[in-house]
């Protein structure tokens, strides 16, 4: 091992398992080929990928060839699965564009919000194509416009266009109405009903080369006691009568990705009254207020910091956002956004936020998702929890470009710009409703 690797070695996450990875990989020759002809600067941010992940080296050492995908303008390809006929070379897609996705995001040249689109996208995309892998034979009679005739809608993070590293997909299935079909109504949902059970098992199919999405449907009418798939009128009048706050909260980030999506389209429309209430009443308050006292609990659980969830972490930002989302929406119809951060801009925008403060919290919610992805970049694993070892927390801050002249220096470095950041969130969640109703 020369002297270059021995310096770059010594720059990495984690040294030790930087070298054992950078030897075992380096006797393909496909792979010590292409690293011989990367500059530096390239080698640098290869030996810091496969020193933070392990389960994108362990892909390498899989598929060698991959290390082709490396280097000067790596970009997302959305073109490819249109030529993908199975589940099993869409998996292998899905691994090559998070390869290089975490490639951007190491780099650090490109805007977060960027990274977090990417990931989105990749999401949909395979989504989309393994919707019509599994569509293939279907045919629905009566039903001839559509290649399906039901819709998905993508919630939570998928919703935002904002998904994690290894977040579940949240879906929602909504098939047409009975007048729009022909035949037995029941038989027509029972076959809806086991198409999307075919779509869920292909999506979760675990194999070691991974899996597509877990795949997440507590959030339809009734959770996981519900049916999996209503028609439009069916899941409108099931919301006309919820009292439920937080499935209000749910469909502030719901974003039609595949099937009929003029189906898809139209319930959204219906929705809106249910969403975005033109007056709030003292009941509505009420609930509101409920959910933070729900989530005040949350933040102060014993245990590691968590990101998402813990005091100053992501949530506190999320739904300080979405309360003045739901409040302000109808007045200022901007604010109808899926994404979080296109949110805030509407809000400072609209006058409703301080231009400063505004900033403060986007640069606080970019850092926070980039530090949640640093956890799951590591296993893949959906992990918000920062670890309380200090050689894994040396790991995760020295990723993020901390010092790296002692693990106690770059800890210390990392926990002092992280406690400003929480400071930032924990101040959105304070004072965007009083905790006693």
């Known amino acids: 091992m020369t002297v270059k690797y021995d310096v770059l070695l010594r720059r990495s996450p984690d040294p030790e398992a ?40 362990h892909f390498l050492c899989r598929h060698p060839e991959s290390i082709l995908l490396l280097g000067e303008g790596a970009s997302i390809d959305l073109s ?99 007048d729009d079909i022909e035949g037995d109504v029941h038989a027509f949902h029972q076959r809806v009903a086991s198409h999307i059970k075919k779509l869920t098992s292909v999506m979760e199919q675990a194999t070691e080369d991974g899996f597509l999405y877990r795949v997440d449907l507590k959030l339809r009418p009734w959770g996981r006691s519900g049916p999996l798939v209503l028609s439009v009128d069916e899941t409108e009048h099931y919301y006309e009568a919820s009292t439920e706050a937080w499935e209000r909260f749910a469909w502030l980030r719901a974003r039609v990705i595949g099937g009929d999506k003029l189906l898809g389209n139209d319930l959204l429309e219906r929705l809106q009254p249910f969403i975005f209430h033109r007056t709030l009443s003292s009941d509505d308050l009420h609930k509101f207020i409920q959910i933070k006292n729900k989530m005040a609990k949350q933040r102060h659980k014993a245990g590691s910091w968590n990101v998402k969830l813990g005091e100053g972490g992501i949530r506190d930002i999320e739904f300080f956002i979405q309360i003045l989302q739901i409040v302000n929406a109808y007045n200022y119809s901007g604010l109808k956004t899926t994404n979080t951060l296109s949110a805030l801009q509407e809000l400072i925008k609209s006058g409703l936020l301080d231009q400063k403060d505004g900033h403060n919290i986007h640069n606080c919610y970019l850092y926070l998702r980039r530090l949640e992805n640093r956890l799951q970049m590591i296993d893949e694993k959906q992990t918000h929890k920062l670890p309380v070892d200090p050689k894994q927390r040396s790991k995760i801050a020295r990723s993020l470009n901390f010092s790296i002249n002692g693990n106690n220096q770059s800890i210390d470095m990392f926990e002092n710009q992280l406690n400003l950041h929480r400071e930032i969130a924990k101040s959105c969640f304070e004072r965007i409703l009083p905790r006693e109703y």
């Open 80 to 178: 490819e699965p249109d030529r993908l006929s199975d589940i099993v070379n869409l998996r292998l897609y899905k691994y090559r564009e998070l390869l290089k996705i975490t490639w951007l995001d190491l780099i650090g040249e490109t805007s977060y919000q960027v990274i977090l689109n990417r990931l989105s996208v990749l999401a949909e995309t395979v989504i989309h194509r393994a919707l019509e892998i599994v569509s293939r034979h279907k045919k629905y009679a009566g039903y001839d416009n559509h290649p399906v005739p039901f819709c998905v809608f993508a919630m939570g993070k998928l919703g935002a266009i904002e998904l994690n590293y290894s977040s579940d997909v949240d879906l929602i299935f909504v098939c047409a109405d009975e």
């Open 18 to 57: 930087a070298a054992l990875r950078l030897e075992r990989l380096l006797a393909d020759d496909i792979i010590s080929h292409h690293v011989k002809g990367m500059s530096e600067k390239i080698v640098s941010h290869f030996i810091h990928l496969i020193s933070i992940s392990n389960f994108l080296y």
